[in-house]
Each structure stands twice: as C-alpha cells, then as structure tokens.
Nanobody
C-alpha cells in the first residue's frame, strides 16, 4: 500500500513537500512516479525516480520540483518550490518495476496553489 501525504493550500511562489510512504512492501527495488490530475484535465506525469536514484522531470516542473527517496524510511518525496496556480491538482504516487509501469498507486493528496 502507498500513502501519499503533504498536500495543502499554499500561495503562489510557496513550497510544499509531498511524501509517499509504502507499507507491506519495500520500495527499494521499485521505480516511483508522481503524477497529478487537475480538475477537468487528464492525469499527467510529473516526475520519476528509479531504484538506483536516477530522476526525470516533466518540462513544466523541471528546476522547481525535486524527487528523492529514503529507502531506510521506505518513503519517496516530492519537494515542490516556486509553486504556481497551474500546479493545483491531486497528486498521486505510484510504484512499479520501471518508470511508467506502475503496479501500486497511492490515494492522492490535493495541492491547491492560490494566486
């Protein structure tokens, strides 16, 4: 099971850190992705981190968001800085054998960025 948390309401330009904690299995061997879905829009990929720590980002969040993992805590983080109103969405974390192939999904955490 994956549990996403850390969402909330923040002003434009602010920061939030999302967490994705796993229970019942180890994240050590999984790639983890963060995806988001804004109201009325399709779900879009935000960032991924491989089991070896390699990271990739969508162009829209590059240089503002940082994905990281702490295998000792069985948790992956998404540090979001310089948030924009267009970042408002429900953020989901997912785990799988490689980026883009996800077997486990968290329940989502809402991020709202006010202008």
């Amino acid at each position: 099971q994956l549990q996403a948390s850390g969402g909330g309401l923040v002003q434009s330009g602010g920061s939030l850190r999302l967490s994705c904690a796993a229970s019942g299995f180890s994240l050590d061997y999984y790639a983890i992705g963060w995806l988001r879905q804004a109201p009325g829009k399709e779900r879009e990929w935000v960032s991924s981190i491989s089991n070896s720590g390699s990271t990739i980002y969508a162009d829209s969040v590059e240089s503002r968001f940082t994905i990281s993992r702490d295998n000792a805590k069985n948790t992956v983080y998404l540090q979001m800085n310089r948030l924009k109103p267009e970042d408002t969405a429900v953020y989901y974390c997912a785990a799988g054998p490689r980026a883009g192939v996800y077997a486990y999904w968290g329940q989502g955490t809402l991020v709202t960025v006010s202008s």
